[in-house]
Structure formats: C-alpha cells, structure tokens
C-alpha cells in the first residue's frame, strides 16, 4: 500500500512523489551524505551550507516527509539519522520499471533480428 501525503494546497502525493522529489535537490542529497557518517545535529548538518538554518530546516522538513531521515529529540537538540527504510518503496519501483524497460527491449531486439 503506497503511502498518501496531502500538500497544504491540497495536491496529493504518495511517498514515492515525495522521495523523488526530495531527492532530486542536490542540498537534500548532501544532508543526506552527511547523515551516513550516523545520526547529526541540526545546527551541526546546517553548518557547511550557505543559507539560513530556517532555510536548511525547510530541506530536512522535505526529507522527513519522504520518509528518508528521522528526528529525535533529546532536550533542546534535534537530532537526524538517516531512514534505511525510506528508499525501499522508490527502489522497489525503479526495479520494476527497469525489468520492464528490460523486457521491452528484449522484445525489440527479437523483433529487429526476425525482421533482418
């Protein structure tokens, strides 16, 4: 069952939508790359980016809607780590759809050779 998430304009995403769009913004990606070293502050994530940290709040708010990092808090800190889960339903798509484009080439290759 695919996960539904309805935008505060009333678009409808489901949770593969939100993955791929949060992985599509090259910041989203980085925070991403610095939450494999294990679970970060916010302040200490938001450190080597140039922008405000309400601005890197916005990207990691985009992130947790996709299900691709987790926060706890302790106290006053927020801390992130990564979701091994969140890629698990965008993967399983893109191997469908790669079996699928597999296929269908497949089946253009046989029929260019039966033509020749």
């Given at each position: ?6 935008q ?28 494999v ?33 987790v ?14 889960r969140?890629?698990e339903?965008a ?10 484009w597999?296929?269908a ?12």
């Amino acid at each position: 069952m695919t996960a539904i998430y309805i935008q505060p304009n009333g678009l409808i995403l489901n949770m593969l939508d939100n993955v791929l769009t949060a992985l599509a913004d090259p910041t989203r990606r980085a925070i991403l790359d610095r939450l494999v070293a294990g679970e970060a502050r916010v302040t200490d994530v938001a450190a080597p980016f140039p922008m405000s940290l309400n601005a890197v709040s916005k990207h990691i708010q985009v992130l947790e809607r996709a299900a691709l990092i987790v926060r706890r808090r302790v106290g006053r800190e927020h801390l992130l780590s990564r979701n091994p889960r969140g890629l698990e339903e965008a993967a399983a798509w893109m191997a469908a759809e790669h079996l699928k484009w597999n296929n269908a080439f497949d089946r253009l290759a046989r029929a260019l050779e039966n033509d020749t």
